[in-house]
């Protein structure tokens, strides 16, 4: 089994910077790590993956040239940098690992992310 916990949300100014981690424990090779994030009211937001095996990457339009996500085999982490916060990123954002691109097998509890303008 698979076990992801999500960590590195807090309050932050518009204009601030974040960073994310979502550790996991178990298999993970051959799998594709995600971020979603999902706002009071809203709903689920894909953000950004990456692939373990190659680190191939894909991000939202929402997010392009402001958040990058980034892999740690040893560790077996996967980080989501956000620069440049706006207050419409304020959300809940949770990492989930799936097999293959598009699916999403396990699911971390997630962190909250507030940002203030």
């Known amino acids: 089994q698979v076990q992801l916990v999500e960590s590195g949300g807090g309050l932050v100014q518009a204009g601030g910077s974040l960073r994310l981690s979502c550790a996991a424990s178990?298999?993970?090779?051959?799998?594709?790590m995600n971020w979603f994030r999902q706002a009071p009211g809203k709903d689920r937001e894909f953000v950004a993956a990456i692939s373990w095996s190659r680190g191939r990457t894909a991000e939202a339009d929402s997010v392009r040239g402001r958040f990058t996500i980034s892999r740690d085999n040893i560790q077996n982490t996967v980080y989501l940098q956000m620069n440049n916060l706006k207050p419409e990123d304020t959300a809940v954002y949770y990492c989930?690992?799936?097999?293959?691109?598009?699916?999403?097998?396990?699911w971390g509890q997630g962190t909250q992310v507030t940002v203030s303008s």
């Open positions: 178990g298999r993970t090779s051959m799998s594709v």
């Open positions: 989930a690992l799936g097999f293959q691109w598009g699916t999403y097998d396990y």
